[in-house]
T-cell receptor
Framework: SQKIEQNSEALNIQEGKTATLTCNYT??????LQWYRQDPGRGPVFLLL?????KEKRKERLKVTFDTTLKQSLFHITASQPADSATYLC???????????FGTGTRLTVIP | DAGVIQSPRHEVTEMGQEVTLRCKPI?????LFWYRQTMMRGLELLIY????????DSGMPEDRFSAKMPNASFSTLKIQPSEPRDSAVYFC?????????????FGPGTRLTVL
């Protein structure tokens, strides 16, 4: 069965540093991968999508990479701020199917 | 648009009682998803609908769970009878379905506690 692992349950970094979150998957060949942010007491919110033929995608301070050989995606937040503190989830999807498979999430805390 | 609407936001019930969770998707979205989130298992897909038709219910834990989508603007998830292990946050999400981004829009969730 598909397995999606995110590097750690919790990650603490100092404000201003770059946060790097990892999403690894097995037994799956996704056509695209998405990243979501979830704040306490709220539902996940979509951030970025990267397709299997794309190596890298950027949006403001966010950068996502996708390596289908390693079966891994990296999610970077540069110049991190305390407001970036949240849980980040990766999700895998296939062309023609609307459902997504979510990872367990990484709780990021940016320390002022 | 108000986004995905879920009710109730919180539900506390006793074991054996019937629980009904409700969801109104974003207007114009044709895919609707029900998820359950716990600390132990993360976010699990229970069932999803395309154009009001159930497509994949393989995530529904057992026969105590059932979901319906009688029209494009309303869906229910029912648990009968409820058990303490059903305690979790239940999310409803909707999407355009098959769109270029296929991003899902989540509701605020229903926090269910079964005593």
């Amino acid at each position: 069965s598909q397995k999606i692992e995110q590097n750690s349950e919790a990650l603490n970094i100092q404000e201003g540093k770059t946060a790097t979150l990892t999403c690894n998957y097995t037994n799956y060949s996704p056509a695209y991968l998405q990243w979501y942010r979830q704040d306490p007491g709220r539902g996940p919110v979509f951030l970025l999508l990267i397709r299997e033929n794309e190596k890298e995608k950027r949006k403001e301070r966010l950068k996502v990479t996708f390596d289908t050989t390693l079966k891994q995606s990296l999610f970077h937040i540069t110049a991190s701020q305390p407001a970036d503190s949240a849980t980040y989830l990766c999700a895998l999807g296939q062309t023609g199917a609307n459902n997504l498979f979510f990872g367990t999430g990484t709780r990021l805390t940016v320390i002022p | 648009d108000a986004g995905v609407i879920q009710s109730p936001r919180h539900e506390v019930t006793e074991m054996g009682q019937e629980v009904t969770l409700r969801c109104k998707p974003i207007s114009g979205h044709n895919s609707l998803f029900w998820y359950r989130q716990t600390m132990m298992r993360g976010l699990e897909l229970l069932i999803y609908f395309n154009n009001n038709v159930p497509i994949d219910d393989s995530g529904m834990p057992e026969d105590r769970f059932s979901a319906k989508m009688p029209n494009a603007s309303f869906s229910t998830l029912k648990i009968q009878p409820s058990e303490p292990r059903d305690s979790a946050v239940y999310f409803c999400a909707s999407s355009h379905g098959g769109g270029d981004r296929n991003e899902q829009f989540f509701g605020p969730g229903t926090r269910l506690t079964v005593l």
